[in-house]
């Protein structure tokens, strides 16, 4: 008997039906992966009562895919239909043509005399051709993920698709070392735009990808809150104390350890955190341009990267400097108007202040993050739009509610908004790398 057109439709908490000849079975795994295995298990049975392979409509949050399932047990994608060649507009015909013929009096096509030199024997040190004994490596791995990843563990490696393929090129972003250390600055005028979370989210990132080696910095006059949403270290220092031993930890002796006793690591995520004194008035802990100086520089000395959580004054001197040490500006909005219109006066002030400032503007990234689960999706494109002619990169966070309050930990966000944030450091990263080496 000919075999149907089945389908496979699973959820991302790993529950689901397959569909066979208008027979539904329920799946109910402990998460996706699994369902996705259970799936191809009931469809390599099915198969067996056919004389034709099954073709396979699987739908999940990852999007679609085809399978063939074979009686003997094979399980392989199916060929894709070949995509007619688009026309040609009137536009592209125009720049379509034959190579122009060279004129005769080309040097392109001139005969060029080989002029021999005499060979001095005393000096001739003639190269040998011979083949190497090493070569460069390239790493191809199979598939890892969807359902690509769930046959590639059958034994089928299968090629990684379009979605695995850009998050492999992110992670690849992402975990770079620079020639020098970096500095990155998240900025909005506005309080409650997301600055903190996403200050958070991009040390997690980097330092989970590149190895450690990042500091995220509550560069805040009024009661920053990076160490509200941060674990705390065995003390309870902040950039107040730092200040003093500023001579120590920039002498040529002082190692890693010593700046230790100032920083809260973070045991999960792998950054360290240089917190503001959030108790006190802002008057009691007034930073000045010549402190910003003297910390970057002990910050510099230390890690490779630092994420400047900044305050919500554009016109404190502390907020400049900051500005005036900054590799990568980052604007961080949520899908909120006055979010989004305050980020967006932010960058139009930066183009006008100084050619620094302007270049800043010019290649920031911008995160819009979604607090609000039933934010309008007209809302949130209105929003991505209108920063697209702003900022080099837009990326938009979902919403999660693992962000919203509380200790911030990268394992507790949902794999969707993982993803986002790791897209977002690779926007980054990708701004990062391609600055000159700096001095």
């Known amino acids: 008997m000919p075999a149907p057109v089945c389908a496979v439709f699973l959820r991302s908490n790993g529950v689901g039906e397959v ?3 208008k027979q539904a079975t329920n799946i109910a795994c402990t998460d996706l992966a699994s369902a996705r295995r259970k799936s191809i298990e009931i469809l390599i049975q099915a198969a067996q009562g056919y004389t034709t392979p099954l073709l396979v409509i699987c739908s999940d949050p990852d999007g679609l895919f085809r399978l063939v399932v074979s009686a003997d047990g094979r399980v392989q994608e199916a060929p894709r239909d070949p995509a ?9 015909t125009a720049y379509v043509t034959e190579p122009l013929p060279l004129p005769p009096s080309s040097p392109l096509l001139q005969p060029q005399p080989f002029e021999s030199q005499p060979v001095d024997p005393d000096h001739f040190d003639p190269v040998t051709p011979r083949h190497a004994f090493t070569a460069p490596t390239s790493i191809s791995n199979p598939a890892e993920q969807g359902w690509r990843g769930a046959l590639a563990r059958r034994g089928i490696p299968l090629p990684p698709g379009d979605a695995e393929l850009a998050e492999r090129a992110a992670r690849a972003a992402v975990s770079t070392h620079w020639p020098a250390p970096r500095t990155i600055a998240v900025v909005n005028g506005k309080g409650g735009a997301g600055k903190t979370p996403t200050t958070i989210c991009l040390a997690a990132v980097f330092a989970r990808l590149g190895g450690s080696g990042v500091l995220a910095w509550d560069n805040n006059q009024t009661r920053g809150t990076l160490g509200w949403r941060t674990e705390q270290g065995p003390h309870q220092a902040t950039l107040l104390d730092l200040l003093p031993a500023i001579p120590q930890l920039l002498d040529p002796e002082a190692n890693a350890t010593h700046i230790a006793p100032y920083v809260h690591h973070q045991s999960r995520d792998l950054f360290d955190v240089l ?12 930073i000045t341009p010549y402190d910003v100086d003297a910390i970057w520089r002990v910050a510099t000395k230390y890690y490779r990267l630092i994420i400047m959580d900044s305050g919500n004054d554009e016109s404190d001197p502390m907020w400049r ?16 108007a006055d ?12 183009m006008r202040r100084n050619e620094h400032s302007a270049r800043l503007a010019k290649n920031s990234v911008t995160v819009i993050t979604q607090s609000d689960p039933k934010a309008p999706e ?12 702003l900022s080099r990169s837009v990326v938009h966070v979902p919403y999660d509610p693992s962000m919203l309050e509380g200790t911030l930990f990268y394992d507790n966000l949902k794999p969707t908004t993982q993803r986002a944030w790791l897209m977002a450091a690779a926007a980054v990263a990708n701004g990062l790398s391609a600055q000159m080496p700096l001095a």
């Open 19 to 21: 569909l066979i000849n």
């Open 84 to 92: 007619p060649a688009p026309a040609a507009t009137p536009a592209q």
């Open 275 to 286: 917190r503001s004194k959030s108790v006190v008035l802002a008057d009691e802990q007034r």
């Open 321 to 336: 400097r900051m500005i005036d040490h900054t590799d990568q500006l980052v604007t961080a909005t949520t899908t909120r």
């Open 339 to 350: 979010h989004a219109e305050a980020g967006a006066l932010l960058l139009e002030a930066l």
């Open 378 to 389: 007209e809302s949130i494109r209105r929003i991505s739009e209108g920063y697209q002619t």
